[in-house]
């Protein structure tokens, strides 16, 4: 299977950005790094191209960062148009273990052009889980605007924006597709990800590395494919093997080396047709087998005025 493109390249760019933090989210976000440089695995960059990405250099992300990292590393973003998709064919995932042809048309079309959709959603903490939870999130989230979900159902009362940012690099090729997304009651940013398919050592086929940006490092989740027998879809992340479907931190020493720690954080997307035109999507994340947050989707297609196919 060949994915063109910076999929399997090793590319450890960086994006810096004058800023001063508090206090209290340097101490935290050191505490996080501390745990990864000692409990991670090393890694030689030259090795990582499975798992290389964006990283930032600064102690904060945000809504710009797509810019800033295409400015660093001389790269282009391609416009925003309702073509703009995660992924530029469903059919690259295709391998052993998927089959795209028993996953119904809508969720072909939403991937290959996402653009075209809106977003309602609904939010479920786990009650036991979200203190600590929560915590995170203001201290740290949100001031590095990254990676900041909403805590509760009056932040989602607006659903969530969605803006689509293809990076090309210098000869036009799509390297990733920056997914914003945005809480229109606040204008605060949820994520900024990093979409791309690609291959990595541990599983036979197509997958899907997303990548999220952090300052010195990276959250890369690699997603596997399943087509299920009712025509619906699932990305899973669960995995047990280092170099397969999994959830990986990821931070770069001074000394350019990888520090990457497979965490126990599984993720799962199920995207459900309703009709040709609408997906109902439940996304969950637990730790192990400990729920920690359910987001739900009504996913529905926008009339542009083109004739899509």
Known sequence: MNFKGCENKTIIPVVAYSDNNNLRVNIAYSFLQGFVRL???????????WISGPVGTSDRIGADFHERYA???ALQIAPQNPDNGLMKKFSLMNGPHF?????HRVIHHFYEHT??????????????TKPFVSLLMKSVSRKVEQ???????????QGMSSELFPVLDAGGEKLYTCWLRRLPSTGRVIYAGFYTPAEVPQYAG????????????????????????DGSFRFVSRGSKFGGPGYYRVHRLKTGKLKILMLPLRETLHLKPVDDFTIDAEHSFSWWNIPLLTLK?????????????
């Open 39 to 49: 409990f991670g695995r090393s890694v030689d960059p030259a090795q990582a191209g």
């Open 115 to 128: 653009a075209q959709y809106e977003f309602d959603i609904s939010v479920k903490w786990n009650p036991f």
């Open 206 to 229: 197509g997958i899907v590395k997303t990548v999220f940006p952090l300052p010195q490092g990276s959250v890369t989740v690699i997603l596997c494919p399943q087509a299920l027998p």
């Open 297 to 309: 989707f009504r996913i529905s297609r926008i009339n542009t005025g083109s004739d899509q196919k």
């Open 99 to 103: 089959d795209d042809n028993r996953v």
């Open 71 to 73: 400015a660093a590393n």
């Open 147 to 157: 990676l900041s979900f909403p805590l509760d159902k009056k932040e989602t009362e």
